[in-house]
Structures are given as C-alpha cells and as structure tokens.
C-alpha cells in the first residue's frame, strides 16, 4: 500500500499535538495540551439568534454556493477593523479561509517549490511547521527570545540563503506566549527590506491583550511583503473554521485560484451567520470578557507554578494569548516529564515538536485558556509533584 503514496505526504509526520490530545480525551485527565478557547465564552444564544433571524430573512440565499473571495459583507466588517487598528486594507485585499490554518496551506501551495527555503520561529508553531513541511520547504529556524527573534541569527540566514518566506507570530507567539518588541519589530523589518521575501503575520491572539501595550503591526512596517493572516476562533467560535488572508494583489490573484482548486468557497452559511452575530452584537465587548477571563486563568496558573513547581524550573510571563512557555532544568527531558505526567492524570505539550530536528528537550507548553482556576491549580500541583519527584 505504501507505494501508492505520494513522496509529499509520505515526508510528513502526524501532528504531534493531535496525538497527545487523543490520550488527553480521558475525562480524568487535566489537560493543558490543547490550544483551544475556553468553551464556556462562546457566545451560543447570540449565535442562536442570528441563525434563526437569517433563517428568517434570507432562508433558501445563505444555503447558495457563494464566491470564493467571501461574503463581501463580512470583509468589509474585516476592513473596518484593520482601520481601527490603524491600517489601510482594501476589501479586495481580503480572502476569506477555512481557519487562518487553510491560508498557510494556501501560502505553500502558491509559493513554495520542493527545496524552497522558509524561516519559522523557533520554538515555532507546529500547525505551519506541518503545512509547509507538506511542500518540502527547507526551514531556516531563528531563536525567539523574550522580546521577539535573533536578530544577528536572521540577519545570517538572510545573508547566506535565500527565503521565500517568513512566518511569525508576534503577538502571543504559540508557543511561548512571546510579543516581539516594537523595536525587534523594527529590526526584522529592516532586515527583510533588502530581500524579496515574503514576511507572514499571523496573528490569532493579538486580540486577547490582558496586560502591556499594542504593537506595531509588520504591515506598517513592510507593507508590500507583509501577508496577514487572521482568525475568529479566538474571538468568536473555533468551530466555524473562518480566518482569512490579506496579501498584495499579484499574490491573491493565485490565493484565489489555488482556493477554487481546493474547496471553491468556505463555509458560506457560517460566513453568514457569523456576520449577522457581528452587526448585531458589540465584538469588542466580548473580547473584553475573553482577555478578563484568560487574563485571571493565567494569573491563577502562575501563582500555582510558584507554589508548586520547583525553584528551577523558569516561565515566560505572556502579556496575553493562551500559553505559557516553562524551561526545565538542562538534564530533565520534557518527554520524560510527559510521561510521568500522564501516571498523574495530567497533560502538556512537551517542546520537541515546536522544533525542527530536535528531540530530548527541556521545554513545555501549558495551555491555560480551556482549563477553570480550580482545575488549574490542581494539575499544576500534580506536575509540580512528578517535577520534584524526577528532580
């Protein structure tokens, strides 16, 4: 069976995260594994209503094929916020995706040839890892720290290769919960000037602020080689798989056309619910509840890790977003650690798959958004334990 396979898809390993979540499915297990938002802020009854309003109002129109740029309606809701934001984006800049997920498919599909080179963060999020990894892309990580990437290690990769791409998360990095400086920002920006590569800010979290300040936006900073990606599954419903790309017309002309290869359109009833959900409700007012929630959850989990981890192991302190980042010490492996974990009831995201070729680290991602204050406190207490057990 296995030579039936294409070369492409036979390089690609499962999803790491995907497999410990299947584990994780034990309902006596606490999981921090997952990235996913906290379902009791989904907005179901205003959901509910724009369903049945649209029912109402537009019944046999929102069940019609639609056109593979999206509902204009809801793009322009899109432009609206960008321009709140302080930047100039044109409705026609704008393709609506299947998740900002699909936009990274989209982005190997359209760019990358086998051998292409791609610099990815490192650690670096495993869902663009995967989706260019589909595309035999050749990746140059660079170390993020604290305040964003390397800068003399990009700066190197720059000099002595040549990449098509750039993907980064600045805004509440997944993994490690990191913003990049406004002045690391700058510097990247400054760096990419002198290439033609593409830079891509994907930016899930940059809504879920609980602490600091907004940063600037790559797209001011490098306008023609910026490509935005975004996503409600944050801020509204993940369920409803709707993100989009924002990327310079000679770029979207073939976005377009690979999209119509792919699925012709996405979800065009979704689409139009989540539109009527967005004229009919304060989005801003419910994103504030989200960053109150998650700002308390993150709080409550680093109290925890202060009572009940041992004093060598370290965190990054995110300004928002879902996760946080620990370093264990040197000789303790993360995979190690999941293992006993598991003996306890309890779940994480062991560093390896964040990396590209790197196995055994001391590194793990705990998930604070999806777990309630109480159930945080007591899975840290049992990792805390296996820590001081193994240590």
Request: one cysteine or more.
């Amino acid at each position: 069976m296995n030579e039936l396979f294409s070369n492409r898809i036979s390089s690609v390993s499962p999803s790491f995260i995907r497999e410990i979540l299947k584990v994780a499915v034990d309902p006596s297990i606490i999981s921090f594994a997952g990235g996913l938002p906290n379902r009791d802020l989904f907005p179901v009854e205003a959901l509910q209503k724009a369903t049945n309003d649209l029912f109402n109002d537009s019944g046999k129109d929102i069940l019609q094929y639609s056109s593979t740029e999206g509902y204009l309606p809801l793009r322009e809701l899109i432009v609206a916020d960008y321009k709140n934001k302080g930047l100039d984006i044109h409705v026609d800049d704008i393709l609506i995706t299947n998740g900002s997920q699909q936009g990274l498919d989209l982005l190997g599909k359209v760019l990358i040839n086998e051998g292409d080179q791609v610099i990815i963060e490192e650690p670096g999020y495993l869902g663009a890892i995967q989706s260019f990894e589909v595309y035999a892309a050749q990746f140059n990580p660079v170390t993020v720290h604290q305040d964003g990437v390397d800068i003399n290690q990009l700066e190197e990769i720059v000099t002595s290769s040549s990449s098509k791409l750039m993907y980064t998360v600045p805004n509440f990095q997944n993994p490690a919960g990191i913003s990049y400086s406004n002045e690391n920002r700058r510097a990247v920006a400054k760096c990419l000037s002198k290439t033609k590569t593409f830079l891509i800010e994907d930016n899930p979290y940059g809504d879920l602020r609980f602490a600091g300040e907004n940063k600037i936006s790559f797209k001011t900073l490098l306008p023609e080689q910026t490509i935005l990606l975004g996503s409600f599954s944050k801020t509204v419903v993940p369920g409803f798989r709707l993100g989009w790309i924002v990327a310079p017309k000679p770029l979207m002309d073939k976005l377009v056309i690979a999209k119509q290869a792919g699925d012709l359109h996405s979800n065009y009833f979704c689409q139009r619910i989540l539109h009527r959900f967005l004229i009919d409700n304060d989005l801003q007012k419910h994103i504030k509840k989200i960053v109150s929630v998650y700002g308390k959850q993150k709080q409550v989990m680093e109290d925890a890790i202060k009572q009940y981890f041992p004093k060598e192991v370290t965190y990054l302190n995110p300004e928002g977003g879902m996760f946080l980042w620990v370093t264990l010490p040197e000789k303790l492996s993360a995979m190690t650690v999941f293992d006993k974990a598991i003996e306890q009831k309890v779940a994480f995201v062991p560093g390896d798959p964040f990396y590209i070729n790197k196995r055994d680290l001391n590194t793990l991602r705990l998930n604070f958004s999806s777990v309630d204050p109480d159930v945080i406190k007591e899975g840290i207490q049992r990792l805390g334990k296996v820590l001081h057990d193994l240590l």
